[in-house]
């Protein structure tokens, strides 16, 4: 009985702030809720939020296609990036721990307002990055504003936030044991025969924890598309996260039962690219007890 009178105040801030509140928008997006109006007087619409999600709104689709082009490309570029940048620190040299203080503080600054201001003004016309380019002779571009580039803008910022899962594979490579490389050289093994059958094998825990992470973080990626585009998911709609549009469906259109809709399909689709991975992770992962989970 103690323990519960202990958990007590964890288990009423859970029940307050997360478990009413999702009932609640499940309740909501069953019904035609404006924010306006006062709960009493929603309308029950059954599906309908659903149906018109589906079959009747082409900017659904389209932050649908838009959010998982900035996944796919997004994501294993920041992995691919933090892994080679851990490699390279995971030496003994002077200067070292500098290096790693400074390739991980673009993570703690994270996905603030601030640091994509920074972001869209240095990439617009008359930017920082279009004066570097003109250096060289060549000719910028609108990035943040135009529709082929402004995706692409937010996908170099993403990763260019890498120093988290890059601290998360330091620490994974400081626990692989060096008998295991001395045992490949000794085979004969190369660098790159000895990073591939000895550092990704016992890596791989590791690499599943941050694809998942950062998959997730990728999904519910809103603070710099939000910037970039006012608020709008611009330009025409190149910047329209799944995010971005929930946010504008619920607190722009006032569409709060529609919102809520969109949000319980986002929670089921995340549930179900996180269980693919659990369930195909059985077959590359392994871990160091022979136990492959």
Do not use: C
């Amino acid at each position: 009985m103690a323990g519960y009178v202990f958990l007590s105040p964890w288990l009423l801030g859970l029940m307050a702030v997360t478990a009413v509140p999702m009932l609640l928008s499940l309740y909501i997006s069953f019904t035609s809720y404006d924010i306006l109006s006062p709960l009493s007087e929603v309308e029950w619409v059954g599906l309908e939020n659903y149906k018109r999600m589906f079959t009747a709104d082409p900017s659904y689709w389209r932050s649908v296609t838009v959010t998982v082009s900035f996944a796919l490309i997004a994501v294993p570029l920041k992995l691919a990036v933090a892994l080679g940048v851990a490699l390279l620190l995971n030496r003994a040299w002077r200067g070292v721990g500098l290096f790693r203080g400074l390739f991980y503080l673009p993570s703690l600054i994270g996905g603030s307002v601030a640091l994509a201001i920074v972001w869209v003004n240095m990439f617009n016309r008359e930017g920082a990055f279009n004066g570097f380019l003109a250096l060289f002779g060549i000719e910028g571009k609108p990035w943040v504003n135009d529709p082929t580039w402004a995706l692409e803008t937010l996908m170099v910022l993403a990763i260019w936030q890498f120093g988290a899962p890059m601290v998360i594979f330091l620490a994974g490579l400081k626990q692989v044991p060096t008998e295991l490389y001395e045992a490949a050289s000794v085979d004969g093994a190369g660098r790159f025969r000895q990073f591939v059958s000895v550092t990704l094998p016992m890596l791989s825990p590791v690499i599943f924890f941050n694809l998942v992470l950062e998959t997730i973080n990728g999904f519910q990626g809103f603070t710099a598309a939000f910037v970039l585009s006012n608020g709008t998911g611009g330009p025409v709609d190149s910047t329209l996260m799944y995010t971005l549009n929930l946010y504008i469906k619920g607190f722009t259109d006032y569409e709060m039962g529609y919102a809520s809709a969109m949000a319980w399909v986002f929670l089921l689709a995340i549930g179900i690219i996180t269980a693919v991975f659990f369930t195909t992770g059985r077959f590359w992962v392994h871990y160091s007890d022979g136990d492959d989970r």
